[in-house]
């Protein structure tokens, strides 16, 4: 249960106007000092807390301002409204929060609360997060307490190595038309593997460090309203900013079912990324797709127990005349059968892959290809191959 700090303060060298207090130079509080502020603080000058606590309370809105970001030892929110900030406000050891939101500007991903190397949060729910930007650093593993007024919408960075700085905010709008940023990002301008691109919600995250991002989906979220889509199907995809539209991050693992659940990407870097948003594969739209609904994507688990062993594709006896190609997720081609008869089990038999056979091919997702030459179709998809 969050629990409410009595409050006593001592200030030193600044003083308070009526816009709020005003730090013009060599404000602290002590080791067993608390500052309780029930209105804006206007910091010009270092204020960096190895100790004490500072929080913010009452039942107004709140400001951080100044020409210096303020540095908190441990810091407690207890508002009815939300803290603003204007300039950034760092966190060096906990974050309490107790009610109420954090907000920084949408549009500027340069101010934003910040955890500094061992700083950490409690008591995040959907009455109390950051709503814009949060940011961490030198961490490998950290999950944003970010949302929108509505809602606790966290995204979990996990990176391969020390990041110095990892950036991240949530949008509850169309990447296609967002109205907290100058910039789009088109839901229709996706690379042919991708399905469906979600234009409910999406998340900037950045960090030059290569890592997997854990994002979820609620009801809110409306991918149960794509036709035909499962769980399985859903994918994390990205606003690549090279090629200038959506293109696959991918999926290592999912979990729930399509109205509620979460999703894992493949590891990619973050800054490569203007967005990420939850994407499906795609989805059979002509005649024998629809008769053979499994036509789309597919789970393997090639492990001698006689299910999912192998990749069977019914229907494709209607076109004998058919070539299957398997690739992973770097494009390179792991597989090929001209008139496949269902004896795919997750072994290579082109390209450098071959090498390790015996192993077979790395557990993950892989997109294939199927060509139906009489009937002159083409299918694509993804394979869920599990070890």
């Known amino acids: 249960m969050k629990s409410f700090l009595h409050i006593s303060f001592l200030l030193v060298a600044s003083f308070a106007m009526a816009q ?7 404000l602290v509080v002590h080791a067993s000092g608390n500052l309780g502020l029930h209105t804006n603080l206007i910091n010009h000058a270092t204020f960096d807390q190895t100790e004490g606590l500072v929080g913010f309370y009452g039942t107004n809105q709140l400001q951080v301002s100044g020409t210096v970001p303020a540095t908190l030892w441990d810091m407690e929110i207890f508002v009815s409204d939300q803290i603003e900030l204007v300039n950034t406000l760092n966190v060096r050891n906990n974050l309490n ?31 109390a997060k950051i709503i814009g930007f949060a940011a961490v650093n030198n961490r490998s593993f950290f999950a944003f307490p970010v949302g929108d007024r509505s809602l606790l919408r966290p995204l979990t960075l996990t990176s391969e190595g020390t990041a110095p700085l990892s950036i991240c905010a949530y949008f509850f709008e169309n990447p296609s038309s967002p109205s907290s940023l100058s910039t789009t990002f088109d839901v229709e301008q ?17 960090s030059d460090v290569p890592a997997k991002v854990t994002i979820g989906w609620n009801p809110r979220s409306g991918l149960g ?15 690549n900013k090279a090629a200038n539209q959506w293109t696959v991050i991918g999926n290592t693992a999912v979990s729930g079912d399509i109205n509620q659940g979460f999703v894992t990407s ?19 739209t002509d005649t024998f797709a629809v008769e053979n609904p499994t036509l789309g994507n597919y789970f393997l688990s090639p492990n001698g127990d006689g299910i999912n062993d192998f990749l069977i594709i019914d229907g494709l006896e209607e076109s004998p005349n058919n070539l299957l190609s398997i690739y992973n997720r770097y494009g390179q081609k792991v597989f090929e059968k001209v008139n496949y008869t269902n004896d795919f089990r997750g072994m290579a038999n082109t390209g450098t892959m071959i090498l390790n056979q015996e192993q ?4 993950g997702v892989y997109f294939y290809l199927v060509s139906l030459l009489d009937l002159q179709l083409q299918y694509t998809g993804f394979i869920f191959l599990d070890r």
């Open 360 to 363: 077979g091919l790395a557990e």
């Open 97 to 127: 929060f107790i009610s109420g939101d954090v907000s920084s500007p949408k549009d500027n991903p340069l101010v934003y609360l910040n955890f500094l190397d061992q700083g950490f949060f409690t008591g995040e729910d959907d009455t």
């Open 266 to 284: 493949e590891t990619f870097v973050p800054s490569d990324y203007a967005a990420i948003t939850f994407g499906t594969i795609p989805l059979p």
């Open 20 to 26: 709020g207090l005003y730090n013009s130079g060599n």
């Open 225 to 239: 309203l794509i036709p035909n889509a499962t769980a399985e199907s859903v994918i994390v995809v990205g606003w």
């Open 190 to 206: 996706k690379v042919r593997n991708i399905g469906t691109v979600s234009d409910r919600e999406f998340w900037i995250v950045d």
